[in-house]
Nanobody, 122 residues
Framework: QVQLIESGGGLVQAGGPLRLSCAAS????????MGWFRQAPGKEREFVAA????????HYADSVKGRFTISRDNAKNTVYLQMNSLKPEDTATYYC???????????????WGQGTQVTVSS
């Protein structure tokens, strides 16, 4: 089992930055690829970013490429999502997830956090 707890969400003005953190406990954090997903009200959950076990490989949704950066610190069992130039359409609940293999598909993830709300005001 892997327990994931997100933090760092909040209300931010459009154009501003926000950094999300996801702390993991349980099994060896470095054994898992990590991903961030988001879900806005009335919409399906969508992929945001993912990072490989060692952090060398990253993937991003086209909608956030160039604005968001995913990173991880295996010594701290934490994955981060640095979000810059935020837009109102980034408003959603953001979830981190752990997977055996790096994936853009939510079905590929075995463990999920409870989510943290991000609201971007215009």
């Amino acid at each position: 089992q892997v327990q994931l707890i997100e933090s760092g969400g909040g209300l931010v003005q459009a154009g501003g930055p926000l950094r999300l953190s996801c702390a993991a406990s349980g099994r060896t954090f470095s054994a898992y690829a990590m991903g961030w997903f988001r879900q806005a009200p009335g919409k399906e959950r969508e992929f945001v970013a993912a990072i490989s076990r060692g952090g060398r490989e990253t993937h991003y949704a086209d909608s956030v490429k160039g604005r968001f950066t995913i990173s991880r610190d295996n010594a701290k069992n934490t994955v981060y999502l640095q979000m810059n130039s935020l837009k109102p359409e980034d408003t959603a609940t953001y979830y981190c997830a752990a997977a055996q293999l790096l994936s853009r598909i939510d079905d590929g993830y075995d463990y999920w956090g409870q989510g943290t709300q991000v609201t971007v005001s215009s």
